[in-house]
Nanobody
């Protein structure tokens, strides 16, 4: 029943900040006791959980991306936003927003809703 949709620029220049927004419908980001997450998949590689914001507004980030990642929310719009700073071509990926219904330690097993994904290229 929960639907998610990513939006944002498909091209970002190196050293700039990547910003994507996830719009949630069919459920409130403040009602579900969930981790509203960002997940990405570089070309030819596996899925990487990046971080999340909880229903209460707390953040959890992947240690490898914590220094560059910020996830915020706009409860009035039922949206949450990813900001990834100082991007390089290694950040080129298909970016998903998703709901994790459980511990992020086992995030892949606990994903119950995905957006369709949006491709972001980091290139000059």
């Amino acid at each position: 029943q929960v639907q998610l949709q990513e939006s944002g620029p498909g091209l970002v220049k190196p050293s700039q900040t990547l910003s994507l927004t996830c719009t949630v419908s069919g459920g409130s980001i403040t009602t579900y006791k969930s981790y509203w997450s960002w997940i990405r998949q570089p070309p030819g590689k596996g899925l990487e959980w990046m971080g999340a914001i909880t229903y209460s507004g707390s953040n959890v980030y992947s240690p490898s991306l914590k220094s560059r990642t910020s996830i915020s929310r706009d409860t009035s719009k039922n949206q949450f936003t990813l900001q990834l700073s100082s991007v390089t071509p290694e950040d080129t990926a298909l970016y998903y927003c998703a709901r994790i219904d459980g511990s992020v330690t086992l995030w892949y097993l606990n994903v119950d809703s995905w957006g369709q994904g949006t491709q972001v290229a980091v290139s000059s």
